[in-house]
């Protein structure tokens, strides 16, 4: 525990370029935010539970947490736990009759399966050191990067971005952050395998 650290789901954005899903996690108590690329399904599914959206059955990940409730197993917490080749882990910590049993999860599933459990969200120290990203060191870097030509301004708001959390102005140079990424990276590794057996990018 003492290597974890404890963040909260900031938002849940989408890609005006291409329609990738991206969950941004934020460090409790500070303002480190780790992004995580997940898939379209999940990405709706942790918005509805964050929004509280009735829906009239239940979705995969209802099913999953009534399954835990029904074997009498609690979830304690996610985590995620590494980063390797640029694909996050994450694993459900789950106690059943007195015993502690950690299950292997992509993070996108374990965060939805999280907002409905109301459980704590924890990431390694060393993902969030490696992948974490501080919009003040973001500023600093991208201003020596443009030498005396000034940051472009952050796109406004449009229809096609979920936001769960409001607060534009706060990520304005986070969403700079996110608009260079590779994205086409991404888009060729997508392409190679079934989207439903890969995990978080």
Known sequence: MSKMVEVVIDSVR?????????????EVNTERYLPIWIGPYEAEAITIALQEIEVARPQTHD????????????????????LRD???????????????????????????????AHVP?????????VAGVTPEDDLRSATSRTSSAPLAPPPPPTSSETEVDTSEERLSVFEDFLANL?????????????EDEKPDK
């Open 14 to 26: 989408v890609s005006l370029t291409n329609q990738q899903r991206i969950v941004v996690l934020r």
């Open 63 to 82: 099913l999953l947490k009534n399954v835990l409730n029904a074997l009498n197993a609690r979830l304690l917490r996610i985590e995620v736990v590494a």
């Open 86 to 116: 640029e694909v996050f882990y994450g694993n459900l910590v789950v106690e059943v009759n007195g015993r502690i049993l950690n299950i292997d999860s992509r993070p996108s599933d374990a965060l939805a399966l999280a907002v409905r």
């Open 121 to 129: 969200i924890l990431v390694s120290r060393e993902v969030m050191d």
């Open 182 to 194: 590779n994205l086409d990276k991404l888009e060729d590794e997508e392409d190679e395998g079934d």
